[in-house]
């Protein structure tokens, strides 16, 4: 969208003005969010889709009569149906989540829940309304064009279907349980028809196919009943000791349905995936998508919450942040995994989105981890004298860290130059190729730790930047921008994000030091020719906030997406060449702030494919930052 050149009412001395107060508005309402804990937690939304899954797993437990079941679990499904029930869009259909568009896969699970659950005659209406909607989507092949050729999700949706009776097991393409029976090192050969971060899923899943719809040759069917106690025992194997797989409320509800249907509710892993469901249960009846984003939301945080020069006199709030910035950092480096993660096989060194123990190290998690511990470096050695030993001791902890940190980043890298999220080489699935958020996130991390980096292991490091650089330019679009991988806009046609995904490279380029390459000025020019009309980003006709003014017919941008932008124009040189555009988007950012509307998440965020989440620290955090470049900006 074109934006039109405004002359604003006031000088940059008044806008200056705003920026700061606001900065120090978000400042304290950071600090009391924090409160007096060492980290951010943050709060994922509610979610519908999670709702549904949780639903159908515990009821598919209850329908088992072998064992004395959890006795929560009937209150928990009473009370998930009932939130279900008031979670319906009025087109009669279900989004992920309480602000997400309708889509078919989540309603079709929440129609599958109902069955399950026995609720379907006190849900009737709700029912006809949902299955109105999923006819309109083209029910089952309107649900395979969702996810293509991608199994990873459709499949267990068809399953609970399945379960439900809403249609025939021989519908359902197989998933090859087998396959996980080979060593861990050979899964990336193996062509698994799922993302690397399903392999619980594909053996679950996969036995239930195997037992509600047997092969017809008995050389085969006996072939793969062979391998089944041997991969439980690999699904026994990545189970945390949360219980929950990646933490997350729909792997482990499928995981728990499947293996409930087959007569496997009293297996370790069916009773340890009912102990996390229930654990994980919200008091308004619902689950969310994750347990927390708590090292994501944290790391993000800190460099922007924190100092960037250390305290220099005796000046109590100084050295009292200082203290909570050392805190903070011991539990990031808490959260370092240090051994071979059992999920995905990953060595040593990375982060997670959260100190759960379902997380699991990748690579935007590992980078953002690496630069809030770069930046309390800089500022830790820029103090006079290190004050005592506990500094010297914490300061040689962090550098260790870095350099497991970039160790596991260089292992890494895909052949194609840029960084997949979980593992390497997996293939061409859309969730395990190579992004280009994620490969800007990692270059941005190596060169803040270049200086420290040594010998062959920063030659090391050059080599893979110059391969990561050249990834980005072969991956850059006509017009200027970048697509991420686990960030969209649903307002969008292919629900793709170009807004975040152009600022994230453009910062990757600004920090580096290479404001001037011609992709970084293409990408300027694309932000500013999409900025919208009120000086927002991104959004949608889908997007209103409480204080909104916006008429049916117009739409505007979200926090989170202006506030990337505004970061990685301001970062990148666009100082000059976008002055106009900054100067309106911070103005619109201001009006934001001052309105409250940040305390109003949208859904931006991606948890597996295509399903969406929002969560209610992003507006604070990314504005911090886009504020923290503003004040620069204005001083300019």
Not at 433 to 458: E, I, V
Request: charged share 20%.
């Amino acid at each position: 969208m074109n934006a039109p050149t405004t002359h604003l009412p006031f000088g940059l001395e008044s806008l200056g003005d705003r920026v700061t107060a606001a900065w120090h508005q978000l400042q304290l309402e950071a600090a009391e969010s924090k409160g007096n804990g060492d980290h951010w937690t943050g709060k994922l939304s509610d979610s519908a889709l999670s709702t549904a899954t949780a639903v159908s797993a515990m009821s598919m437990v209850l329908r088992d009569g072998t064992t004395t079941h959890h006795k929560d679990l009937p209150t928990l499904i009473e009370k998930g149906s009932q939130w279900l029930a008031r979670a319906q869009n009025d087109d009669g259909g279900f989004g992920d989540t309480d602000r997400s568009l309708s889509n078919i896969a989540t309603t079709l699970l929440v129609i599958a829940a109902w069955e399950i659950a026995g609720h379907r005659e006190r849900h009737a209406d709700a029912i006809q309304k949902a299955w109105a909607f999923v006819d309109k989507q083209g029910r089952w092949d309107g649900l395979r064009s969702r996810y293509g050729k991608d199994k990873t999700f459709v499949v267990p949706i068809m399953m609970n279907c399945a379960l439900a009776g809403l249609l025939s097991w021989k519908e359902i393409p197989t998933l090859p349980f087998e396959a996980a029976a080979l060593p861990q090192s050979w899964y990336r050969f193996a062509k698994m028809p799922v993302v690397s971060y399903a392999v619980p899923a594909l053996v679950a899943i996969g036995q239930a196919q195997w037992h509600h719809n047997p092969p017809a040759n008995p050389l085969v069917r006996s072939m793969r009943g062979a391998v089944r106690a041997r991969t439980l025992r690999v699904l026994a194997t990545m189970q945390p000791e949360s219980g929950g797989y990646l933490e997350a409320t729909p792997l482990t509800s499928f995981v728990l349905m499947s293996l409930a249907s087959i007569g496997l509710v009293q297996h370790s892993v069916s009773q340890n995936a009912v102990r996390f469901l229930v654990d994980s249960a919200m008091p308004d009846g619902s689950w969310p998508i994750d347990t927390n984003l708590a090292t994501w939301v944290t790391s993000l945080t800190m460099r922007s919450y924190y100092p960037t020069r250390a305290a220099t006199g005796p000046n109590a709030q100084e050295a009292g942040k200082q203290a909570q910035w050392d805190a903070t950092i011991d539990w990031l480096l808490s959260c370092q995994h240090t051994k071979r993660h059992p999920f995905t096989g990953a060595e040593p060194g990375g982060w997670g989105w959260t100190d759960l123990s379902g997380s699991v190290p990748d690579s935007d998690d590992t980078p953002a981890a690496l630069l809030a511990l770069a930046q309390y470096t800089r500022v830790l050695q820029r103090r006079p004298v290190l004050q005592h030993a506990a500094e010297s001791e914490r300061l040689a902890r962090v550098l260790q860290a870095a350099e497991m940190g970039c160790k596991w980043l260089l292992r890494l890298q895909n052949s194609d130059g840029g960084w997949p999220t979980f593992c390497r080489g997996w293939g061409t699935l859309p969730f395990d190729r190579s992004g280009t958020d994620l490969t800007a996130h990692a270059l941005r991390a190596l060169n803040a730790w270049r200086p420290r980096l040594m010998g062959s292991l920063r030659a090391q490091s050059d080599r893979a930047a110059d391969r990561g650089w050249r990834y980005l330019e072969r991956t850059q679009h006509r017009d200027g921008s970048w697509l991420p991988l686990w960030f969209g806009n649903q307002d969008r046609e292919e629900e793709d994000n170009p807004f975040y995904g152009t600022a994230r490279v453009l910062l990757a380029y600004g920090e580096c030091g290479d404001t001037s390459h011609p992709s970084a000025q293409r990408a300027i020019s694309f932000l500013k020719q999409w900025q919208n009309a009120d000086g927002s980003w991104g959004g949608g006709p889908s997007i209103r906030y409480p204080s909104s003014m916006a008429k049916p017919n117009e739409f505007t941008g979200t926090i989170e997406e202006t506030a990337v932008v505004l970061e990685g124009i301001m970062a990148s040189g666009g100082k000059r060449a976008a002055a106009d555009s900054i100067m309106r988007g911070l103005v619109w950012l201001c009006d934001a702030l001052e309105r409250h509307d940040h305390h109003t998440s949208q859904p931006i965020g991606f948890y597996f494919a295509k399903l969406w989440y929002h969560e209610k620290h992003y507006p604070l955090a990314f504005s911090l930052a886009a504020l923290r470049k503003g004040l620069e900006f204005c001083q300019r």
